[in-house]
Each structure stands twice: as structure tokens, then as C-alpha cells.
DNA sequence: CCAAAAGTGTTGGCTATACACCCATGC
DNA sequence: GCATGGGTGTATAGCCAACACTTTTGG
């Protein structure tokens, strides 16, 4: 029984919440889309695993992003190689450079995910509802956590970060309540003392991200409406 | 690389979290304490082996029990016979059968919760650290879903429910504010209109779970004070 | 060169809701 | 003694309005 590793990496471009994806280069579904991943080596631990492929797949030193496990996946038929569950990985962070090709990849290109929640895109193995998953779980954890700075790249303002929220949640937020809600919850962001010079409208002021992880109570979402 | 399934089963009995756990008849780390598993086999999905091990150490119908994916543990050194993947699930129930001893357990009992926490019993391999990611997401489950219900014999009292999470979180609730938060909340517990004698005191409604799964806004804990 | 408009960030106020805390009543 | 119900103060989210600071546009 073999176990790997699958990636699910989320980053922000443009307002729209994107997914790294590979183009298979080996069998099965050799040309397709499909999640980062692979398979776990001997004395090698699963987080060791998910930073490994992260490399490999985005360059990121994995230490700047955020990790976490996901669930496993391990349904009988779920790869025709035969008997492998797979560990799923969340990573979260700011707009990546654009992905080198790994050892297993032919191509990585950052993919907007409504594009394969509306079907324009379909993914190999059972990757789509992992990916859901990963979504689902991104999701609430912008509800709990302040992970949401992990996606911001450092410095940034309150209206970066709350793009955030409405790319990942799909819904639009009050810029007032967003505001108040950030600032009042001690040690979410810390002013560094600037203003970004805007193209247009009044300079923003620039923050980093401060040492609280939990958010209580929660920053909550009213209903979802779907992604952009 | 061999994959198992471990199991965090939760119940409350008079008032206290109790978790199922057994002595190990087999090396290693024979004659200790432990949380029931057992390995996955070949063409058999995971949530299929948790159940099965959960029928095989309790006598429990796996349907009546919410069982849920809790997290995946691979450690290299995690286990002294060689890599194995341990797939952790988390199960809640009601007041559960005294188990019968397993194929691989020499005897299986319900242990309080706090005498773990405490020291006062120490579980072999990793489990102690797979029980408190159990108990994190029980306490985090009844914030923000009815599964509590779950923990209810049927038909049960607003005060069954109430002990319930006084019982994990380890809190005091106030009677009052629990008891109008289930009302509200439509289809959490449905009323069977009867009313139950009590020993002393007021008599109580009786009621059955509802259709409802998740809380909107959740029921809120201050404070973790620990357990009873 | 100056004035107005447009766009974005920031601050504040109002109202409904939810909850913590306390008290009253029924059985 | 316990279940049930109500009442009040505080905190917060949703909504709305005003203001601050900048660039752009138009005379």
C-alpha cells in the first residue's frame, strides 16, 4: 500500500482565488490537470513530504507559507495503479512566482478556481473534490484564523486584506465593518507607520502581519455565493 | 508502508467525557493502554475499516454513531514495527454498550478523559497527542454544529444537551441562555411532547434530534478551564 | 494655474440582534 | 430543586453617511 502526498495551493491574483495545477507528464491521465504531488519516501515525514513537493513544484521555500494537512483520501479504486491513499495538503500565500515544472510535471500554471468548480476545467483522479475540500476548509479558516495575512504580501493594507476575504468567500464585505472588525482584534495586523502611494484615491496605510492566529469570535461569512 | 486507522470514541457518562480505550494484547507496548484501530485491508475504504473497527470493539452499528475523519499521523518513528500511516476517526455517541474485548485488545474500557490529561494514565504510541486532536475538534464541532444531539440517548431533556457540553468543553452553561440558543436554532431538537418525572424538580420537555446540522451564529465557549 | 469631479480609504453613527447576567415563576 | 421564561445592559454586525486625500479633467 503506497501513501503520498497532494497539494492544494491557494493564492490570490487579481481579486480571483487561483489553484496551482500540473499537467500530468506520466500515466495515468497523462496530459491532464491535476494537484502537485507524490509519494512519501522511506523515514520521511508527511509534513517533510508536502514542504518537499511544494518545492519542487513552486521553488517556495516552504518556511514563508502556510501548511497544513487536509484530510486523506483513500477510496480503493481511486488510482488505477493500484491501493494508494493520499494526504492532502492546504498551503496558502501571497502571489507566488509563476511555477517551474517538476519532476512529474509537465507544466504548472496557477488556475482560477471557478474555472473548475464551473466545470471549464476538469481534474484527474478524484482531485476535484479534493480541491473542494480544500476550498471549504480555506474558507472557514478565514472565519477563525488569521491566516487570510498569509496570502498578503508583506507590506499591505486593509483593502489588500479584505480582498482576500471577497476572493476566497466570493462575497463582497463592508470595507467599514471589515475595518473595525481587523483592527480591534489585538495583534491581527501591526501598523508599520506608511501610506501606500495610490494610483488613484487616498493613500492607504501599510501594515504587517501581527503575532495573533485565532480570531474570537469569528469573522463571519452570511452565506456563500459562489466564486468570481 | 502499511496504513491503520485509530479511533477517538467519545461518550459522556454521568456528566464526564469518557473515551474508549483498550489494553493491548500484543506487542508492542503490550499490557498498555490505547485507542482501538487496526490496519486497513486490501479493497477496503477507510471510513469502511473505521467502522468495522468500531463494530469489532464496541458491538456498535457504525450507523448510529456521527463518525468523522479526524487527521492522518505519519511520523517515521511513530511506530516500532516499521512505517505505518495511521488514519485517526473521531466518533461520538450516547451512552455506548460496555465493549466487549477485540481481536487485538485484551480487554477494552472507558476511561475518564481527565485522568489522560491529568497523567494519571499514559497511552501507548502517539494516541495521547491523537486524543487531544480528538478532543480539540469535539469542542470545536459543538460550536458550530448539532452533533452534540449525537452524544443524546433519544428522547432527551434540554439538560441532557446542556451536560453534554458542559461534559467536553468542561464549562458551566448558563441554563437559561442554552436552553432559548437550541429553541431558536430551527431543527436542532424537535419536540416529542411529553414531559419526563423527575426525581426532584420541575418536569422536563422531551425531545428527539432534528433535521438542522450546522449552528448559525455558533454557540460560543469564553474560556477552555479544562475537564472535570 | 485653478476649480471641480471622481475614486478610494477612513471614520463615525444608528439599529437590530445576540448574548451574559440576573431575577421570577411553575411544578 | 430544577425547568422554564422574561428583562436589562453590553457588544457587535449590517447598513448608511460623511469626511480625507489623491489623481484626473476641464476651463
Redesign the interface.
Known sequence: ???AVDLVIFTVRDGRLHVLLIERGNMPHRGEAALPGGF?R?????DATARRELREETGVVGDTLHLE?L??????ERDPRG?I?S?AYLALGPDLPTPKAGTDAAAAHWTPVSSILHGQVTLAFDHEQILRDGLERARSQLEHTTIAAAFCKEPFTIADLRQIYEAVWGVPLDPSNFRRKVMKTDGFVVPIGERRLPEVGRPAGLFRRGPAETLT??L?RSGNVGLR
Open positions: 500500500m503506497a501513501v512519501v522511506d523515514g520521511e515525514a508527511l494537512q484530510h486523506a483520501y483513500g477510496a480503493p491501493r491513499v494526504i469570535p469569528p463571519m
